[in-house]
């Protein structure tokens, strides 16, 4: 079966820049179901979901934390 991505985009709060993250929609739906964020989207990258959750874009994300 072929995996559907949902595009979620955001504005970044610090940069103003937007920024988007793709979701399969199945790991969305379960999210939107009300399963815990980590658990639910299972195959993004922690700077994924701190996309989402935060809506800060990669690069402010860097500097904030001061990793590369
Ligand atoms: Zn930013």
């Known amino acids: 079966m ?3 991505m949902i595009k979620r985009t955001q504005t970044c709060p610090k940069c103003g ?3 988007s993250v793709m979701v399969p929609f199945s790991e969305y739906w379960a999210w ?4 815990p964020m980590e658990q ?5 990258t922690y700077c994924e ?6 809506k800060v874009c990669p690069d402010c994300q860097k500097e904030i934390l001061g990793y590369q």
Not at 49 to 54: E, P, V
Request: charged residues 25%; proline residues 0%.
């Open 2 to 4: 072929e995996t559907v």
């Open 17 to 19: 820049k937007s920024h």
């Open 32 to 35: 939107e179901c009300g399963a």
């Open 40 to 44: 639910a989207l299972k195959s993004l």
């Open 49 to 54: 979901l701190k996309q989402i959750a935060a």
